[in-house]
């Protein structure tokens, strides 16, 4: 009976570190990008840069932190002039992710608004 807890909890243990390691990643570049486009609209409300270059940029981040997105899901709004407006930022996506006899998918949406200081 010992012999049969001690591999069960084995198993247990085994299964809860698989699935960390397939978890924790994309929950840890979901962090990473939401940290970036929170700077890029601080940075963006103060500086005429344009929606598409803010797009831009978030777009590169996204790849080298490897979240599988395209361009176009990228949704940047700026609204009024440089100082007063504000700069939104939206940026869904979903990672599949394969477990075996369980395959499941992780639906993020980082977004972020940053308004002028007048």
Avoid: C
């Amino acid at each position: 009976m010992d012999s049969v807890r001690l591999i069960f909890g084995l198993f247990v243990m085994v299964a809860a570190l698989y699935l960390g390691i397939k978890v924790v990643p994309p929950y840890y570049a979901n962090y990473e990008l939401q940290d970036a486009i929170n700077n890029e609209a601080l940075l963006a409300t103060n500086s005429s840069k344009s929606e598409q270059a803010i797009q831009d940029s978030v777009f590169k981040q996204a790849q080298q932190l490897g979240i599988p997105i395209t361009e176009d899901a990228i949704k940047v709004h700026r609204s009024g002039s440089q100082f007063s407006g504000s700069v939104s930022i939206e940026v869904p996506y979903t990672i599949h992710v394969d477990m075996p006899g369980f395959p499941f998918d992780l639906h993020f949406d980082p977004a972020t608004t940053n308004k002028g200081v007048m």
